[in-house]
T-cell receptor
Framework: EPEVTQTPSHQVTQMGQEVILRCVPI?????FYWYRQILGQKVEFLVS????????KSEIFDDQFSVERPDGSNFTLKIRSTKLEDSAMYFC????????????FGPGTRLTVT | AQSVTQLDSQVPVFEEAPVELRCNYS??????LFWYVQYPNQGLQLLLK??????LVKGINGFEAEFNKSQTSFHLRKPSVHISDTAEYFC???????????FGTGTRLTIIP
């Protein structure tokens, strides 16, 4: 069964450094998303991406965040200057353009900012 | 804006007993509803979804949920739980024509042998 993959599974970085989290969505999907889950808290929407542009973003997704689909298979989330409060599990998701609505989630990247 | 309330943060249940995890939502428009499960140190897996049609939906691992529009609820049930059901369960909602999934705070289901 096709699945969303994410790399790395765990990333440790120092405050102020830039990080790029990578995702490979399911191949025929056209909608892409990033969510995050701070330890012990609920999953929060960050951004949705369709047709090579952001279709919706949350208040959390400020200027330090950016997303990109650099080629036909990858979808990335960049955090320009990480803060301690960016420590969280980041989930990528994707969905098809047609058929029943369902967002498929990847296994997540645990980001630790020290 | 939509919101989801999961009143029970933790639910302990004896093995083979039935369980109900409660979910209420709020939205000014029509919605799709979902239950996701998160096993320890893993990602989110879809258990079941309500898009339209029959209000009783069946999912994987013997779970089912009932959509009640008048009570704005989407409670998850299983008639007999197993140790392997130990996990965090999240209810989620998305408005028609929207892309943002809004999650509840989750319910930690603990199965007691």
């Amino acid at each position: 069964e096709p699945e969303v993959t994410q790399t790395p599974s765990h990333q440790v970085t120092q405050m102020g450094q830039e990080v790029i989290l990578r995702c490979v969505p399911i191949s025929n999907h056209l909608y892409f998303y990033w969510y995050r889950q701070i330890l012990g808290q609920k999953v929060e929407f960050l951004v949705s991406f369709y047709n090579n542009e952001i279709s919706e973003k949350s208040e959390i997704f400020d200027d330090q965040f950016s997303v990109e689909r650099p080629d036909g298979s990858n979808f990335t989330l960049k955090i320009r200057s990480t803060k301690l409060e960016d420590s969280a599990m980041y989930f990528c998701a994707s969905r098809a353009d047609r058929g029943p609505y369902e967002q498929y989630f990847g296994p997540g990247t645990r980001l630790t900012v020290t | 804006a939509q919101s989801v309330t999961q009143l029970d943060s933790q639910v302990p249940v004896f093995e083979e007993a039935p369980v109900e995890l409660r979910c209420n939502y709020s939205s000014s428009v029509s919605v799709y509803l979902f239950w996701y499960v998160q096993y320890p140190n893993q990602g989110l897996q879809l258990l079941l979804k309500y898009l339209s049609g029959s209000t009783l939906v069946k999912g994987i691992n013997g779970f089912e949920a009932e959509f009640n529009k008048s009570q704005t609820s989407f409670h998850l049930r299983k008639p007999s739980v197993h140790i392997s059901d130990t996990a965090e369960y999240f209810c989620a909602v998305v408005n028609f024509g929207n892309e943002k999934l809004t999650f509840g705070t989750g319910t930690r289901l603990t199965i007691i042998p």
